[in-house]
C-alpha cells in the first residue's frame, strides 16, 4: 500500500533561500509533525504539496498519485488548516459553506451540521466575529466534511490560548483514529507534538536534519550536563550541540547509551523535549 504523502529529493531555488533535496514518508493512521524555526522551509514545503507552487525537481506524491498530474482528485481527498483566514469575512459560517460545499464531489451537509455542532459553532455567525480558534475549527469542520483523507495543517495552534490549542490537539487525537487518515502537522510549537505526534521531521534552512518516530527520539537522544573540564576535543565529537556558560555546559547527544560510561565524571544525563532537540539542532555550539 502506498503511503498516504511521499516526498523524494524535492527542490525549490527562490532569490535567498533554497529547499535542498528534502525527503520523508508519511503512512496512513499517523500523525506527523513537521518542526523547524521560522523560515526554515515548512510552509514552502507546504505549498509545494498543494502545487501553489512549482517545484524545481523532485517527486511528490499523495496517496500514491503525482500531485500535479492529478491535483484535482487530491485535493478532493485533502483537508488543508491554514494558519491564516482565507474566508470571506462578511459572510455567516452557513453562507462560507455554501460557497464550499459545491467544489468538494464527497460533501456531507449532514457531517458539517454534525460538527458545527461538536465544536460548537454557530451557522450563524459572520466570520469575522469568530475568534482565531474558532476559525481553526470552522477550517477543520469544512476539511472534516469532505471525508478528507489525509488533513495538512499549516502552524494550527499559533497564537492559541492554552486551553483553545489543548481543545485542538484532543480533536487531532481523536481524528486520527481513522487509521484510513493522516495528519501532516506544521508547527514551531513542539509542546504540542509532545503530546499527539507519531512521526517527528526536522527542517532548518531548506535541509531535512532528521525524520523519525518521536519515541526514538525521546527514548534514544540525551541532554547532557556537567563542567566544562569535561569538554575536549574528543568528547565534543559526541554532541549534536554545545551550549557553554561559566558554571558548566549542556549538550545534546544522539545516543545517551554512547555517553553512560561518563556518568561518574560528574555528567548527568536527562530526557529532552522536542523543543531541546531542534534547538541543539538548529542552532549548534552556544555560549551564553
Known sequence: ???????????????????????????KGFIMGFIGPNGAGKSTTIKLIMNLL???????????????????EIKNRIGFVYDENYFYEELTISEMKRIIAPLYKNWSNECFNRYLK????????????LSKGMKMKFSLAIALSHQAELIIMDEPTSGLDPL??????????????????????????TSDLDKIADYVTLINDGEILFS??????????GLV????????????????????NQFGFEALVKNRNSINRFINNGIIIEKPTLEDVMLYFTRRELNV
Open 164 to 189: 483553545i490549542r489543548n481543545e485542538l490537539l484532543d480533536i487531532f487525537s481523536y481524528l486520527i483514529q481513522d487509521e484510513n487518515k493522516g495528519i501532516f502537522f506544521s508547527t514551531h510549537i
Open 1 to 27: 500500500m502506498a503511503p498516504i504523502l511521499e516526498i523524494k529529493n524535492l527542490k525549490k531555488d527562490f532569490k535567498d533561500f533554497s529547499l535542498k533535496n528534502i525527503s520523508f514518508t508519511l503512512e
Open 212 to 221: 523519525t518516530t518521536k519515541d526514538e527520539i525521546l527514548d534514544c537522544y
Open 54 to 72: 512549482k517545484k524545481d525537481a523532485g517527486e511528490i506524491k499523495v496517496f500514491g498519485l503525482d500531485n500535479v498530474k492529478n491535483e484535482n
Open 118 to 129: 461538536e465544536f460548537t459553532l454557530s451557522p450563524k455567525k459572520k466570520i469575522k466575529e
Open 225 to 244: 550536563k556537567g563542567k566544562k573540564e569535561f569538554l575536549n576535543e574528543d568528547t565534543r565529537k559526541n554532541f549534536v550541540g554545545i551550549k557553554e
